[in-house]
């Protein structure tokens, strides 16, 4: 039976998380090598897969899940092992300019990036798992659908930056949404009495914009509090705990989103 081209381009958010066989693989990057379109809609999905993968905290399964398993497989009668047959090694349908250009933006995302996609299908796969753990937290959940819609937005952009001191920060924007978020990689930790916030600067005035901490690899994510409004600068201060409501310290990190 011939496959719609409606039923091909709806395998967009599959590919992206790696989730076809290897004929639906095949079908689906034959389409993509021939649709900018579709190419884009694939890169979307997967820069939204990475912040989902940094949406929540990770979560260790109880031991009885791994028990529950073995005991499953050892009685469960099993197939007599098949030796695979060699495949013929086939190029990519990927061709040209536009396979470079593909290639290109694939690629050279950080290996960090890479793990938060694998985070995010181990993520989607537990989703009961998941779901309990998000839903158990209201501001978690409506940050993790903001983060979303930012990273699907038609006019998504972002700016790295580094951070004083060490460290690397990503800011993320819509426009037509309004709305930033902020990631940063290998944050300090800060003591107690301490903690990092966001601002939105316009010129000699600063906005807060939210408080946020670090995770034990100094990861963090936030969207920010508020709209947007025209600030041309996102910056992050160190204050005391619970935010302030003028920065007292130098930003560690500016960035502009104009």
């Known amino acids: 039976m011939t496959t719609r081209k409606h039923d091909v381009e709806s395998l967009s958010g599959a590919y992206a998380l790696h989730a076809l ?6 079908m689906f990057e034959d389409h993509l090598a021939e649709s900018e379109e579709t190419r884009n809609e694939v890169t979307e999905l997967t820069d939204t897969a990475v912040l989902l993968g940094m949406a929540v905290d990770p979560v260790a399964p109880p031991a009885s899940v791994k028990q529950g398993i073995m005991a499953q497989l050892a009685n469960t009668p099993q197939l007599p092992r098949e030796t695979p047959q060699p495949a013929p090694v086939q190029m990519s349908s990927f061709t040209g300019k536009a ?34 753990t998000v839903n158990s ?18 006019d998504t ?19 037509e949404l309004g709305t930033s978020a902020f990631i940063a990689d290998g944050l300090k930790a800060l003591p107690s009495d301490k903690t990092y916030e966001l601002w939105y600067i316009d010129g000699t005035d600063a906005r807060p914009a939210g ?38 310290t130098t930003p560690i990190v500016t960035i502009e989103s104009a």
Request: charged share 15%; glycine share 14%; net charge negative.
């Open 157 to 175: 952009q972002r700016v790295d930056a580094a951070i004083s001191g060490g460290g690397s920060a990503t800011l993320m924007w819509s426009v």
């Open 21 to 26: 066989n290897d004929d639906e693989t095949r």
């Open 99 to 132: 396979a470079a250009k593909a290639q290109a933006r694939w690629f050279s995302k950080p290996l960090t990036a890479l793990a938060s996609i694998a985070a995010a299908v181990i993520l989607i796969i537990g989703g009961g798992v998941v779901a309990n």
């Open 137 to 154: 937290n209201n501001f978690q959940q409506a940050q993790a659908d903001q983060l979303a819609a930012i990273g699907s937005a038609s």
């Open 211 to 248: 408080t946020f901490t670090i995770d034990g690899d100094g990861k963090a994510w936030r969207v920010l509090d508020g709209d947007m409004d025209g600030a041309g600068v996102i910056g992050v201060t160190v204050e005391p705990s619970g935010g302030s409501k003028a920065p007292t």
